[in-house]
C-alpha cells in the first residue's frame, strides 16, 4: 500500500493543528476574476523538511507561494505557517520568513553588500547583528569575497546565490523559494542544491520550493506535491511517488515503422504494466522487469522482422509519476542513459 496521497483522498476542512507543523494549507483556493488558479489544496510541512511543489507552468506554484508568503490575499481556505494564520496575523508570519520571488530582485546597481544591508533594514535586523549577519549569510552562499562588487558583474548562478542570501539576512526559519535554480546552468544549479542542502543543516531551515525541474524535486526534496492545474495531484517521498507507479522500470523504444499494432504487442509482454504512445512508431514501456521485457521485445520485433530505431531503458522517473496521475508530460530534459543495440538481424544498430 503506497503513502502517496492524492488529492481526491484529501480530508475535509478539518481544522489542523499547529504546532507539529512548519506550514499548514487546508483546501487554499486563489481566484484571478473567474479563474480559479487554486482550486482547494492542502498539504502540511514538517517542520525541517525541504518540501517541493512541482508542476509545469501555469500550475499555480508560485499563487500557491505568494498566499503562503502573504503577499496575495487568500481566495478561500486557510494557510497557517509557523502557527500563525497568514490572513488574520501576515505581521508574524513575515517575521518567519524568507522569500525568494520567481523573478531577480536584487539592485543591479548596488554592490553584493549593499543589497544585504537594505534587507537587513527592511527586516529590521538590530544595527549590532547586521555585519554579524552579512558576513554569515555571504559565508554561507560563497559570496564573501563578492562583497564590494555591483551586482550587475555577477553571473546568474551567482546572482541567484546573492538572493539566497538576501532571503536569509533576518535568520527566517521558513524559507520559501519559488524556482531557485531556472535559468541556470546545470554546474550552476548543483551548486545550488549543495547550498540548500548544506543551509537546512546548519540554520536548521525549512524550505518549501517550487520547480518544474524533475531532477531537482528528486534530489534535493524530502517529500513532494505535484500541482495541476490548480490540483494537488499526488504527495509523497520521490522514492514513494515513484513505487506508487505500477512497473519500475521503463523501457522507451522506437520502432523504425509505425504500425497500429505496436501497442497492443507491447502490452502483451511478460510483465509489461502500461504502454503510452509518445510519438510516431516511439513508446514508453513501463514493466516490473525492464531486461525481461528489452529480451522479448527485440525478440518480437526480430521475429516479424521490423527494425528498431533506438531502444533504453531506465528507472521509473517523476515524470512517469507525473504521467500516471495527469495523463500528461512533464518532461523538460531528457536525462536517462540510451544504449545503442548492436547490429543483429532485424534490429538497426
Ligand atoms: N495576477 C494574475 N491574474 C490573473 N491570472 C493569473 C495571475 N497570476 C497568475 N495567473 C494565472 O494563474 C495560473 C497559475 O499561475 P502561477 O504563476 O501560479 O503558475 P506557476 O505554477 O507558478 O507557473 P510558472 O511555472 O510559469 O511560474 C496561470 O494560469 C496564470 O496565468
Ligand atoms: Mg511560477
Redesign the pocket.
Known amino acids: 500500500m503506497s503513502a502517496v496521497r492524492k488529492a481526491r483522498t484529501q480530508e475535509g476542512g478539518a481544522p489542523a493543528t499547529a504546532a507539529p507543523f512548519a506550514i499548514a494549507v487546508e483546501n487554499i483556493v486563489k481566484r484571478?476574476?473567474a479563474?480559479e488558479?487554486v482550486k482547494g489544496i492542502t498539504f502540511e510541512v514538517k517542520d525541517g523538511e525541504i518540501f517541493g511543489l512541482l508542476?509545469?507552468?501555469?500550475?499555480?506554484?508560485?499563487?500557491?507561494i505568494r498566499m503562503m508568503t502573504t503577499l496575495m490575499p487568500v481566495t478561500a481556505g486557510r494557510a497557517l505557517v509557523a502557527g500563525h494564520d497568514v490572513t488574520k496575523e501576515p505581521n508574524a508570519v513575515r517575521n518567519m520568513i524568507g522569500v525568494i520571488p520567481?523573478a531577480l530582485t536584487s539592485d543591479q546597481d548596488l554592490t553584493v553588500y549593499e543589497n544585504l544591508l537594505i534587507y537587513a533594514k527592511l527586516y529590521s535586523v538590530p544595527k549590532e547583528k547586521r555585519e554579524k549577519n552579512i558576513a554569515a549569510v555571504l559565508e554561507a552562499v560563497d559570496l564573501t569575497k563578492w562583497r564590494g562588487a555591483q551586482t550587475k558583474t555577477l553571473s546568474g548562478g551567482m546572482r541567484r546565490r546573492l538572493e539566497i542570501a538576501r532571503g536569509l539576512v533576518h535568520d527566517p526559519r521558513i524559507f520559501f523559494l519559488d524556482?531557485p535554480t531556472t535559468g541556470l546552468d546545470p554546474v550552476s544549479r548543483i551548486a545550488v542544491w549543495e547550498m540548500l542542502n548544506n543551509l537546512k543543516k546548519t540554520r536548521n531551515l525549512t524550505m518549501l520550493l517550487?520547480t518544474?525541474y524533475m531532477e531537482e524535486a528528486d534530489r534535493l526534496c524530502d517529500r513532494i506535491a505535484i500541482?495541476d492545474h490548480?490540483t494537488l495531484v499526488a504527495l509523497g517521498t520521490p522514492v514513494e511517488l515513484k513505487q506508487s507507479v505500477p512497473g519500475s522500470n521503463v523501457v522507451e523504444v522506437q520502432f523504425a515503422r509505425e504500425s497500429d499494432d505496436w501497442k497492443a504487442r507491447l502490452e502483451a509482454l511478460t510483465d509489461v504494466t502500461e504502454v503510452q504512445s509518445q510519438s510516431a512508431g516511439v513508446y514508453r514501456v513501463l514493466t516490473s522487469n525492464g531486461s525481461q521485457t528489452t529480451t522479448q521485445l527485440v525478440e518480437m520485433a526480430s521475429r516479424l522482422g521490423e527494425q528498431l530505431s533506438s531502444l533504453s531503458v531506465q528507472n521509473t522517473s517523476l515524470d512517469d509519476v507525473f504521467v500516471h496521475y495527469t495523463g500528461r508530460q512533464l518532461r523538460d530534459e531528457q536525462v536517462k542513459a540510451v544504449f545503442q543495440m548492436p547490429p543483429r538481424p532485424g534490429v538497426n544498430a
Open positions: 484571478y476574476g479563474f488558479a508542476g509545469p507552468n501555469g500550475a499555480g506554484k508560485s499563487t500557491l520567481q524556482e517550487t518544474h500541482v490548480g
